[in-house]
């Protein structure tokens, strides 16, 4: 069933944001797993159009928002209003009452608005004045931050990024792919427009919480256990490293392998699996040593070098 209904959303998100199957792939996984995502990458590469594509393909509500230094928790969450007519106190909701919503520029924002965002993520419920409001299923977060402008922004704290189920990487089409976007414009495609395009909706969101149920019945065989752990433990005892992935990273990572498993037409997770979902799940929660980073050495090259090192089961 997953496969069935996530290469039908793949196939219609993939026409329109050309040449990023992988991010694509990648997103789908942490959607199904009920994870968020934490992208990085230069303005223009089609991630509000992918946002709004999937909203689209899932026919479920979608909200953009652009974070600003003087973003405050009140505008993203809402506030109670005291309505002069009937002399009472009403909620208006803020665009975080949605169920996918496009973070642009994450750390443009305050560490109070990040954070009253990453509780969200957390708990999928908005408590303002007392009042608890349940957001409705599912609640994914795509946030982005640019990666070529650093004044005037607040990163996200370790304690903060952790919480992302992935860090995708994206980048530029390609030459081809660049072409063809133009011919498309030239056809009269319009990304504001995506009523007038082919998308058509592809999953409910009962099918979305059937398919968690697949995911929850795939199998993890014990060896599997022991390498997901390997990994993410060898990530604290590499000399490059300050500090290593978290339990929360193992956790993640185990989430993932078993969705992507589904995807795939899988009732099991196999070890290929976990190294190709190692990169995306624990580059954000390697924190470096200075002195690696000014030798050139990244996170995802940590991960590489533990992924050659930590024998795989069969």
Not at 11 to 29: F, G, K, R, S
Request: negative net charge; glycine residues 6%; charged residues 20%.
């Amino acid at each position: 069933m997953l496969k069935t209904i996530a290469d039908n959303i793949k196939n219609q998100i993939n026409a329109y944001v050309l040449n990023q199957e992988a991010m694509t792939d990648l997103a789908l996984v942490a959607l199904f797993a009920g994870g968020h995502v934490l992208l990085e990458g230069v303005p223009g590469l089609a991630k509000t159009l992918w946002v709004r594509s999937l909203a689209r393909v899932l026919d479920i509500g979608c909200k953009r928002v652009q974070f600003t230094s003087d973003l405050m928790p009140s505008d993203i969450l809402g506030t109670k209003v005291y309505n002069l007519q009937n002399g009472s106190f009403e909620l208006k909701k803020g665009p975080l009452f949605t169920q996918l919503l496009l973070a642009d520029e994450i750390n443009r924002t305050p560490p109070k608005t990040q954070s009253a965002l990453l509780e969200v993520m957390e708990e999928h419920a908005i408590t303002i004045d007392g009042e608890t409001h349940a957001l409705a299923e599912p609640f994914f977060v795509m946030a982005t931050q640019n990666p070529i402008e650093y004044e005037g922004t607040y990163p996200l704290p370790e304690a903060l990024t952790d919480r992302f189920m992935m860090k995708l990487l994206i980048t530029y089409p390609g030459v081809a792919a660049e072409k063809q976007l133009l011919q498309m414009y030239n056809q009269g495609f319009d990304a504001a427009k995506l009523a007038e395009t082919n998308l058509q909706p592809a999953a409910s969101s009962h099918d979305i919480a059937e398919a968690k149920r697949e995911i929850q019945a795939v199998t993890v065989e014990d060896g599997l256990f022991n390498y997901i752990v390997s990994v993410v433990e060898t990530t604290r005892r590499m000399g490059a490293v300050q500090y290593g992935a978290s339990p929360r990273g193992s956790v993640a990572l185990l989430l993932a392998a078993k969705t992507y498993a589904a995807m795939q037409g899988r009732d099991f997770v196999i070890p290929d699996d976990v190294r190709f979902l190692a990169a995306p799940v624990l580059r954000h929660r390697i924190i470096l040593m200075p002195e690696a980073e000014i030798e050139g050495i990244t996170p995802d090259g940590v991960i590489e070098t533990i992924l050659g090192q930590v024998k795989a089961p069969r």
